[in-house]
């Protein structure tokens, strides 16, 4: 009985892009995953569609707010707004083997003020465009437990993040985004991470940890992504049948970019965040749930822009 409702952390990648860049790409890292959510592990398909709100209007220099223009920079960066639509298909083999493709699509508007020859030119992107898409295999070491006995797992992911998006979107003007704006990085990277679950003494609590790691294998256009390291620990507590609490630490590393085509010098930093958040069982096949997600420190290089909060909600759907 427990089995169905423990936070395995495996059966999707976390889905952390920095909350924070240069320009102000993001995804929230919020770990929804469907055993994170309780939702099921047998064997089968599932389906997940989440949404991202994510409102980086406040620039950052290291862990200080500054103002727009206060630090100079060959454009200042403004805010940037992002709306994620994220589609996951899930398909687990049996309590062994499973993997999972997330495909994302990224609703982004960004405004910054170029400053060019002295004067001030405001500068505007607006784009709606699918992203790069993930493919994450796992592998689970521990079969189900038998009746009595406390449920405890740990397992594997491993898999990589494809060149789908594109990465030579335009403005209305005919100017082409920063690389770290753009939908898509253009290069390949390898993930590998862990994860580890178990039910704690108190009756329908349980906790996970996960880590995951990223890292490009190759460059594209003069660009490379800074690496990525996310983990993961939260509580779930089965408040009633339908109801359930969640609570999360996200943190999240990111080295800077490189290549002619990054910004180093204003890329890479490091996160810590508090999300508290619910699910609702609508039936043993069918879960809502939604999260607020709090900046608990945020340190970037340079100037990038941050966000004061991000909402994420979602439904997963067993088939």
């Not at 500054?66 to 805010?79: A, C, K, P, S």
């Amino acid at each position: 009985m427990f089995y169905r409702q423990a936070a395995l952390a495996a059966a999707l990648v976390s889905l952390t892009c920095f909350a924070q860049a240069s320009c102000g790409s993001a995804f929230c890292s919020v770990n929804t995953s469907f055993d994170v959510q309780g939702a099921w592990t047998e064997q089968g398909a599932r389906f997940g569609l989440r949404y991202e709100y994510i409102n980086l209007d406040q620039p950052r220099s290291g862990s200080a707010k500054v103002g727009v223009g206060r630090i100079l920079r060959h454009h200042d960066e403004v805010d940037t707004i992002n709306r994620n639509w994220l589609a996951s298909l899930d398909y687990a083999f049996d309590a062994t083997w499973g993997v999972a493709v997330t495909a994302p699509f990224v609703d982004r508007n960004h405004f910054h003020i170029h400053n060019h020859g002295g004067g001030l030119v405001p500068e505007r992107w607006s784009f709606a465009e699918p992203g790069d898409v993930r493919v994450l295999g796992r592998y689970h070491f521990t079969e189900p437990p038998a009746s009595g006995e406390v449920f405890q797992g740990s397992g594997l992911n491993f898999g990589l993040k494809l060149p789908t998006g594109r990465t030579g979107v335009r403005n209305s003007g005919g100017d082409v985004a920063e690389r770290s704006l753009q939908p898509g990085t253009g290069t390949t990277d390898a993930l590998i991470g862990a994860y580890y679950t178990r039910a704690l003494p108190l009756a329908d609590l349980s906790f996970f940890a996960q880590g995951l790691f990223q890292a490009p294998l190759n460059s594209r256009a003069d660009y490379r992504p800074g690496r990525r390291l996310s983990l993961d620990a939260g509580l779930r507590h089965q408040t009633t049948e339908s109801i359930a609490l969640m609570l999360q630490v996200n943190a999240l590393f990111r080295s800077r970019d490189s290549g002619l085509q990054a910004e180093p010098a204003d890329s890479g930093g490091r996160a810590w965040y508090l999300s508290p958040g619910f699910s609702y069982s609508v039936n043993r096949d069918l879960q809502v749930y939604g999260f607020l997600q709090l900046p608990l420190y945020q340190y970037v290089n340079g100037v990038q822009l941050t966000a004061s909060k991000a909402a994420v909600v979602g439904v997963s759907a067993k088939f």
